[in-house]
Each structure stands twice: as C-alpha cells, then as structure tokens.
C-alpha cells in the first residue's frame, strides 16, 4: 500500500503540471539500469527511489489491521522541494526548502522523521548539508545565516556563523573527524564576498577565509559547496567561473578544471559536489540533468543521468544535492520531481552495505 | 488651390504624420526598454571585470553556448558517452534548429532561483504558476468553445470552467512551428506585438498547447526591479484575467 502511494501518485502529480500529462507505464522489473550502457564496463546500477516517508516505513500488521477495520487509509508525507541530501549508516538526510526542515529518512530503524522543527532552534531555510563519521548533522540555513548542527538523535547541539558571517550562506562540509567545518558564503549578485569560510567544528570558532570574488585561480564568483577529496584536498564548485578549484586542506589553491559549456565535462549550472572513498569527483549540473564524474585530478570518467521529463529512474529536470555514502552508493536529488534517486555500485550486492543490510535485514533484527 | 487651402492641407498633412508615426512608434517599441542585463541583478557578472568583457560573456549565465569541441573522452564510457548534454530550453522555443532541448525556459530560471543565490522560487500551484497550461481560448482550441470548460489538463487532470474568465490568446506560426500570445490590448487583429504576454507552446494529447511560463509574465532582460513585462497596475493581471 505505501509503495504504491510512493511510486505512483507523487510523481502524477508532478508530471502532470510540467509537461503533457501522462500516466507513467509500470515499471518494469526485469531489465536493470546500469551505468554506463553496454559495452562499456558497467560501474553503477539504478536502484531505487526516495518520494517520501512511506520509502522507509513498513505497513506492520497492527497498521494494516487498523486500516482493514476502520478504512483509513495510508498517508505518506513527501518531498517539498528538497535541496541537498547526507547519508551515515544508512540513514538519509534531505534538507528541505520549502518545508523549512532536514526529513530523515533513517532506514536501519525504519522510521522517518524531521529535524528543525523545535521553537528554539526552528531551521528556516535549510540548503547544504553534511555529516560527520560520528552521525552529527550539520545544516546550512540560509535565513538565520548560520550552520546548526544536531547529534544523532537530533537533538540541537551549537549553531555556527550568523549575520555578520555570511551574505548569502549556501553550503556545509564537515571533516570526518568534524574538526574542521567548510561553510561557503556564496555572496550573491551584488555582494563580494564570496568565500568558503573555515571553522573549528568542535568550537564553532571562525579560523580563516578561503578565496575572493574574481576569476582568477583561487577567486571565486558564485561557489557553491566543497567536498573533501583525496589527501583532504578540497574541491569548491565555483559556479559563476563554471569550474571546480581544488585547494589542498589548508585553502592554497593547486589547479581547476572545467569550463562553460554544454560539451563532456563542461559546466552550464553546476551545484553540489561530492567525493568517493577513491577520492573520485561527482559534480551536479542542473542543466544538463545528470551528475559527471571525475578523477581526483578532474579527467571525466562517466556520466550519469539524462533530461527527461518523464522523471523516471535517472530521469531529472533541476537536479540539486548529491552524496556518496560509505559504501558507495550515490544518492541524487532532483528538485522538480522531489525525489532522491539511489545507485549501486554495481561490484556491490543489494544486501550489503549499510542500505542494503538494513532493507533486507529481517524483522527480528530491525532496530 | 488658394495658398490658405494648401496650408490648411499641410497641416493636416503634417497633423496626421505625426499621429500615424506616433501611434506606429507606440505599438512597434517595448513598453520597457531592452538596455540589457547589465544595470540588473540578472548580471552576475564579475564587478571588477576589464572593461569590455562583458559583452562577450554577460549571456553565459543563462544561456549556454554550444562549444564546437568535442568536449572530454570519458575514460569508463568510450563507447556511447558524447556531447552535447541536451539542456533545458531556455529561449523558449522548443526545439529550435534541431536543439537537444528538454524542459522549458521556467526550468531555466529556477535553476538559479533555488534560495541559494538567488530566491526560491516553486512550480505549480505552490506560488507561481509556471508549466500550466493557458486557460483562454487560443487557435486550435475550437472543438471545446461553447462548452464553458477546458479540457487541457490541469495540475489535477481534472476538466476546469474557463469561459469568462480568461481572455483569449491569439496564435501564429514561425518557422513552422506554432506560437501563441495573449495581446496587452484589444484588436491588434493577428500580429503580435512585442508588449504581448509569450505563452510557450508545448505538444500534448490535445495537440499544441499554450503553456503559462515564467517569461510569460517576466522578461528577465528588463531593467525594472520585478523583471515584470509591464509596471501598469493590474495591467499585467488584466491582460490575461477577464475578472
């Protein structure tokens, strides 16, 4: 019953206003996505897809029984118009824009839930988002310009930033460790400031500034969101210069590539970034409705995803957020349809990994 | 002629000129002037770039240009991975030249309107509406005049009155392909002028269809401060609603 909400009527309603109305053919079950298409190696296989909170939940035999005798039906709450997207041990993290929260999607526990809600520390715009090896989460908002960060449970635990920090706060990347918390003020049209601002995760202290606005190497106009790479380089999405930088941890920067345009590994409008455990690249681009994937020295690999209006699997109209878990597996968010699409790597098996282990766990072993 | 008639003619002559050519300059020139995006907060420009630069690159933001190089050699994908990615379509002709365009020209503007360094803006019925079909009558249409409803699909698949309530948009055709446009003022009979309100035509079930786009209501090149098609009061509202 919950599938059937989640996989049929969300995105009816999202086809049918932005293009010719049609009904999505059924999916079929035999034939899986892989990327790339033969011949070429498969790397990565589709499989499957966040609309909402029935995603994670499970329809339980008290449910279904109480259903049965007084006919409620089952509801399940979807997606606003997510932005960015986090995983830690197979829990899935999406910030939400319009619903003005972080909606945790926890898949070990089966349970779906949302954080920034409280009266005291209430999110208001959350964008970029990211989390440590401890399970923190820490959100950037851009309406209290400030990065609030939540342990596990969710409980608020400090705030970092504010007003006097950021023009236009839109992303934020966390160490491992989470000594070290990357917060990028991407500015705006009419402002210079346009940096990647440096603090102390465990203080919330302000320690340096990376970049300017400008167009020379280590400037940037527009940046977007860092991703920690190999050797703890950072890789900063510099939008309006449409490259990526790369700056060893300290902020020196070491080279950039990409440039605009709508061929390989160009960039039109490129957003969030994220990295493997290869120390691999996986950059976003709305425009193009996919996600290209780079070397740690910024030569193409692949290419995944394709303009669709359909939104099927690998399907996207205004893709946004982008992450890689511990495991491999990416997950991929589109605004327009408001989904998060999940790939495999396609050396992995669907039951392992912290996803997999956790949906194929049987019931007794459910946390 | 008496020299008094021939002067009296003149006048007139002169009288008339101007009122013709003062009516053809009103209807041929934009409500709003076109400067470019230059003095706008849709420059996104560099502020400390050389002078002279910005001609060249100011367009990039919004609209990409096709590289004539042949782009990356994915190294996982050699077999079948080339370019040109297909973009969305963000001069709001479908199609154009044999394009690779996929989605319309609102996909284009919320691309950067997605509260991060621009405001957010939503689809549908959240607070605009874009990517909805026009609700008027419009060429094409006639099978369902009279009957008070529209059957285009609405956001909810469901059949919606509209007569009365919308006025109807005229169509064309350009290169082929069809155009549509809801005229500023009455009886400007079939052609279409600049200060008319774009729909954007899409193909679906029910042939081609006029679409409301953000660029229906916004000309993202204007000066003023909405980026609106036209600053009269109600003006903008009025020129498609009836009531």
């Known amino acids: 019953m919950f599938r059937r909400i989640a996989f049929v009527a969300i995105p009816c309603l999202a086809l049918a206003s932005c293009g010719p109305a049609t009904v999505p053919e059924k999916q079929e079950e035999a034939k899986p996505i892989v990327y790339p298409a033969p011949p070429d190696d498969p790397r990565f296989i589709y499989e499957r897809t966040i609309f909402s909170s029935a995603d994670v939940q499970e329809a339980g035999s008290e449910?279904?029984?109480?259903?049965?005798?007084?006919?409620?039906?089952?509801?399940?709450?979807?997606?606003?118009?997510?932005?960015?997207?986090?995983?830690?041990?197979?829990?899935?993290?999406?910030?939400?824009?319009?619903?003005?929260?972080?909606k945790v999607f926890d898949f070990p526990a089966r349970k779906y839930y949302k954080l920034g809600d409280d009266e005291r520390n209430p999110l208001q715009k959350p964008l970029g988002i990211d989390v440590d090896e401890a399970g923190n989460l820490y959100a950037a908002d851009a309406s209290s310009k400030s990065v609030k960060v939540y342990d596990p449970k969710g409980k608020f635990l400090l705030a970092m930033g504010g007003p006097k920090f950021f023009d236009r706060l839109s992303s934020v990347t966390v160490t491992p460790d989470g000594s070290r918390v990357y917060v990028v003020d991407i500015g705006g049209v009419q402002s210079e400031q346009h940096r990647v601002r440096v603090f102390d995760g465990r203080s919330g202290e302000h320690l340096f500034d990376i970049g300017k606005r400008g167009g020379e190497l280590g400037d940037f106009n527009l940046p977007r969101d860092v991703?920690?790479?190999?050797?703890?380089?950072?890789?900063?999405?510099?939008?309006?210069?449409?490259?990526?930088?790369?700056?060893?941890?300290?902020?020196?920067?070491?080279?950039?590539?990409?440039?605009?345009?709508?061929?390989?590994?160009?960039?039109?409008?490129?957003?969030?970034?994220?990295?493997?455990?290869?120390?691999?690249?996986?950059?976003?681009?709305?425009?193009?409705?996919?996600?290209?994937?780079?070397?740690?020295?910024?030569?193409?690999?692949?290419?995944?995803?394709?303009?669709?209006?359909?939104?099927?699997?690998g399907e996207y109209l205004l893709p946004s957020g982008i992450a890689v878990d511990e495991d491999g597996r990416i997950y991929f968010v589109d605004q327009w349809f408001r989904k998060v699409d999940i790939f495999r790597p396609y050396t992995l098996k669907p039951n392992d990994g912290y996803l997999g282990r956790a949906i194929f766990a049987p019931p007794s072993e459910k946390k | 002629m008496p020299e008094a008639v021939k002067r009296k003619i003149s006048a007139f002559t002169l009288i008339a000129l101007a009122v013709v050519l003062g009516g053809v300059l009103l209807f041929a020139l934009p409500e709003a002037s076109y400067p470019g995006v230059r003095n706008t907060k849709h420059n996104l420009m560099l502020r400390n770039a050389p002078p002279g630069t910005e001609d060249e690159a100011i367009c990039v933001f919004c609209h990409t240009p096709e590289d004539a190089s042949a782009g990356a050699e994915p190294a996982w994908n050699r077999s079948n991975g080339s370019g040109p990615y297909a973009t969305y379509d963000d001069i709001g002709r479908l199609g154009v030249g044999g394009s690779r365009a996929v989605g319309s020209s609102s996909v284009a503007c919320m691309s950067c309107h997605d509260s991060t360094q621009a405001l957010g803006v939503m689809a549908f019925g959240y607070d605009h509406p874009v990517g909805v079909p026009y609700r008027g009558e419009f060429p094409g249409h006639q099978?369902?005049?009279?009957?008070?409803?529209?059957?285009?699909?609405?956001?909810?698949?469901?059949?919606?009155?509209?007569?009365?309530?919308?006025?109807?948009?005229?169509?064309?055709?350009?290169?082929?392909?069809?155009?549509?446009?809801?005229?500023?003022?009455?009886?400007?009979?079939?052609?279409?002028?600049?200060?008319?309100?774009?729909?954007?035509?899409?193909?679906?079930?029910a042939g081609v269809v006029p679409y409301i786009e953000c660029t229906s209501c916004h000309d993202p090149h204007s000066e003023n401060e909405t980026f609106l098609r036209t600053t009269q009061i109600g003006g903008l509202c009025l020129t498609c609603h009836a009531n």
């Open chain 1, 227 to 313: 991703a920690i790479g190999k050797d703890g380089r950072l890789y900063v999405v510099d939008g309006g210069n449409f490259r990526v930088q790369v700056f060893d941890k300290d902020g020196k920067p070491i080279k950039s590539f990409g440039k605009v345009g709508k061929q390989l590994g160009q960039f039109a409008r490129p957003k969030e970034i994220a990295t493997d455990a290869e120390g691999n690249v996986y950059v976003v681009d709305a425009a193009f409705g996919n996600f290209q994937i780079f070397n740690p020295e910024g030569e193409l690999l692949m290419y995944v995803g394709n303009r669709n209006e359909r939104g099927g699997p």
């Open chain 1, 63 to 102: 449910s279904e029984l109480r259903m049965m005798l007084t006919g409620e039906t089952a509801t399940a709450e979807g997606l606003g118009k997510p932005y960015a997207v986090a995983v830690h041990q197979g829990k899935v993290y999406v910030s939400d824009t319009v619903d003005r929260l972080v």
């Open chain 2, 143 to 205: 099978p369902f005049l009279g009957s008070g409803i529209s059957r285009i699909p609405n956001d909810l698949g469901a059949p919606r009155t509209t007569t009365g309530h919308f006025h109807p948009a005229m169509g064309g055709t350009v290169e082929n392909r069809r155009v549509f446009w809801v005229p500023t003022s009455p009886g400007s009979g079939a052609s279409r002028r600049r200060t008319d309100l774009p729909l954007y035509a899409r193909e679906s079930g």
